[in-house]
């Protein structure tokens, strides 16, 4: 299981730094996460202002 994002993403980069392994970077047209490295924890997902981070 690893959290995602969605098309609502809007690129800002909040989520990147709240991740505590590194798994968030910035992709083509969106942000993406690592699903190898997410551990799920869930941080990221408050920091995002346009709901675009949810459980997979
Ligand atoms: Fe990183 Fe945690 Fe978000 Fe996974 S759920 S991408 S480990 S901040």
Redesign the pocket.
Known sequence: M??VISDECVSCGSCEG????G??SEGDGKYV?DADA???????AASCPTGAISAE
């Open positions: 690893a959290h709240e991740c505590p392994v798994a968030i996460i997410c551990v799920d924890c869930g941080a990221c």
